[in-house]
């Protein structure tokens, strides 16, 4: 089945970096465009970012452009989310995606458990 799982959250100060990644498995990985999640306290799920099958075309949430970097290694099933210059508002639960979309208000596709980033002073 269908399996991804994110890692490399945790505490990081204001300004600081984290690198997530998601190992993603029983799909041809190299074959499906990808999605970063995030979902903070109280909100919904929103989509930090995107990136196709083959690696060439991204695309960011205004609040991340220039921050965070979305990236894929199809030879190791992994993507990644680079987030640099963290602010606290960027603290949510971050997850990887496959056919993400929302359907009459309520999100459809596959994500993973989730890891948490945290960005406090």
């Known amino acids: 089945e269908v399996q991804l799982v994110e890692s490399g959250g945790g505490l990081v100060q204001p300004g600081g970096s984290l690198r997530l990644s998601c190992a993603a498995s029983?799909?041809?990985?190299?074959?499906?465009?990808m999605n970063w999640l995030r979902q903070a306290p109280g909100k919904g799920l929103e989509r930090v970012s995107y990136?196709?099958?083959?690696?060439?075309?991204?695309s960011y949430a205004a609040s991340v452009k220039g921050r965070f970097t979305i990236s894929r290694d199809n030879a190791k099933n992994m993507l990644y989310l680079q987030l640099n210059s963290l602010k606290t508002e960027d603290t949510a639960m971050y997850y990887c995606?496959?056919?993400?979309?929302?359907?009459?208000?309520?999100?459809?596709?596959?994500w993973g458990q989730g890891t948490q980033v945290t960005v406090s002073s």
């Open positions: 990136i196709n099958s083959g690696g060439t075309t991204t």
């Open positions: 995606a496959k056919d993400w979309r929302v359907v009459g208000g309520l999100p459809r596709g596959y």
């Open positions: 029983g799909f041809t990985f190299s074959a499906n465009a």
